[in-house]
Nanobody
Framework: QVQLVESGGGLVQAGDSLRLSCVMS????????VGWYRQAPGKERELVAV???????YYADSVKGRFTISRSNVKNTVYLQMNSLKPEDTAVYYC?????????????????????WGQGTQVTVSS
């Protein structure tokens, strides 16, 4: 049974940092592209960042330069380091794993590309 478990969310002030973790059990996480999504109240779920099996990385424009996605194959974990947080970053953050291969990394923005999803972790940024 494959599971993804996110952790690291919390309540912080604008300008602070958080590091989210996504731990996979039941499979090797380096066999999957892993994306971080977020969903704010009343808004659609959106891709924040993705790291492929070949270590290619994509960031949404809204987080570029502030967020960093990385993976530890030893710990079977993908991280999302979030710096300079803004109130508009407030959302539930989800990680998801995809076994699909796309030559264009932007194709990983489609939620249907992902087979496994975590339960989400809340990030709240106060102004």
């Amino acid at each position: 049974q494959v599971q993804l478990v996110e952790s690291g969310g919390g309540l912080v002030q604008a300008g602070d940092s958080l590091r989210l973790s996504c731990v996979m059990s039941g499979r090797r996480i380096n066999d999957y592209a892993v994306g971080w999504y977020r969903q704010a109240p009343g808004k659609e779920r959106e891709l924040v960042a993705v790291i492929t099996t070949g270590a290619s990385i994509y960031y949404a424009d809204s987080v570029k330069g502030r967020f960093t996605i990385s993976r530890s194959n030893v710990k079977n974990t993908v991280y999302l380091q979030m710096n300079s947080l803004k109130p508009e970053d407030t959302a539930v953050y989800y990680c998801a794993a995809s076994s699909a291969y796309y030559s264009d990394i932007i194709d990983y923005s489609r939620m249907g590309a992902y087979r496994y999803w975590g339960q989400g972790t809340q990030v709240t940024v106060s102004s």
